[in-house]
């Protein structure tokens, strides 16, 4: 009896966002964030694709970073520490994402590196930062009201802000 009492009722889904973060660095921080807000989204991660995906040829990553990880996802968010910027698939993650046009937001943790120019974070996060198109927060900052919020903003940016013109990453730094 699907249009009865219960067939009104809208149960909302968990959005499916993708973490991309440095494993060997960041995954406590991975951690407590799937902890945190594992009761309000599905918190997909890669699983470290270095060992999931035992390839070289960048095109067929794309695919599998896009078809398995990527697709049926509504944004990625980035866990930027200190070595963040420097890891090929962290880059390679943050292509797909914008390739799909999804939302993109870098959320700063306590280990992350300043320089005399800000924040270490992956060039094609900051290009498309400075383009107005990703969001960034810090993770002090983060609760479940502010991520539900910058996840909402960042799914409404105007995709033609996107700027994902840079070469891929060919090696970790």
């Not at 049926?72 to 890891?87: K, P, V, W």
């Not at 960042?154 to 060919?170: E, G, Y």
Request: hydrophobic letters at 30%; aromatic letters at 10%; one cysteine or more.
């Amino acid at each position: 009896m699907s249009n009865g009492l219960f067939g009104s009722l809208n149960i909302p889904t968990k959005r499916q966002i993708f973490v991309s973060y440095h494993h060997s660095n960041d995954q406590w921080y991975y951690d407590e964030f799937s902890r945190i807000f594992n009761d309000t989204y599905d918190v997909i991660q890669d699983n470290s694709l270095e060992r999931v995906i035992d390839s070289d040829d960048p095109d067929y990553v794309m695919r599998r970073i896009r078809e398995n990880y990527i697709t049926g996802t509504s944004c990625t968010i980035l866990l930027c520490g200190a070595e963040t910027s420097q890891r090929k698939y962290v880059d390679w993650e943050i292509k797909a994402t914008l390739d799909k046009n999804h939302g993109l937001i870098g959320i700063n943790l306590p280990s992350s590196i300043s320089s005399g120019n800000g924040i270490m974070v992956p060039d094609r996060f900051n290009d498309n930062y400075h383009s107005g198109y990703a969001v960034w927060m810090q993770w002090q900052e983060l609760t479940s009201h502010s991520l539900t919020q910058s996840i909402e903003i960042a799914n409404s940016k105007s995709t033609s802000l996107i700027n994902n013109t840079r070469q891929m990453r060919r090696r970790n730094g």
